[in-house]
């Protein structure tokens, strides 16, 4: 496990965390996610705790209870979000607004 799968999370009612919760032990979730996401953006690791920590966590989160439905295994499903989080652009707006 590396230094960034270490950091908890900080909103454990809501985010990732929370809402993760409804379709996965999130104590197992979380470092998986944390490398994830991690790796995919490159951002510090107190970044990758508060973008999960979010409300953007739980749709990720979402998008993760997604692919189990559809039979994939919590890291396959976790990673299927990554991608797909990853295809996204955002607006200058956005930008400032996060």
């Not at 997604?66 to 994939?72: C, P, S, V």
């Not at 396959?76 to 707006?93: F, G, K, L």
Request: hydrophobic content about 40%; aromatic content about 10%; charged content about 25%.
């Amino acid at each position: 496990m590396t230094e960034t799968a270490k950091l908890a999370s900080n909103n454990e009612a809501w985010g990732f965390w929370g809402t993760t919760r409804h379709h996965a032990d999130p104590a197992a979730a979380w470092p998986i996610a944390m490398q994830a996401v991690g790796e995919a953006t490159g951002c510090p690791d107190a970044g990758v705790r508060d973008f999960l920590d979010s409300r953007y966590g739980r749709h990720f989160a979402d998008d993760v209870a997604n692919g189990l439905f559809k039979g994939l295994s919590l890291p396959q499903a976790i990673e299927a979000a990554v991608e797909r989080w990853m295809t996204w652009t955002i607006d200058r707006r956005t930008a400032r607004e996060t």
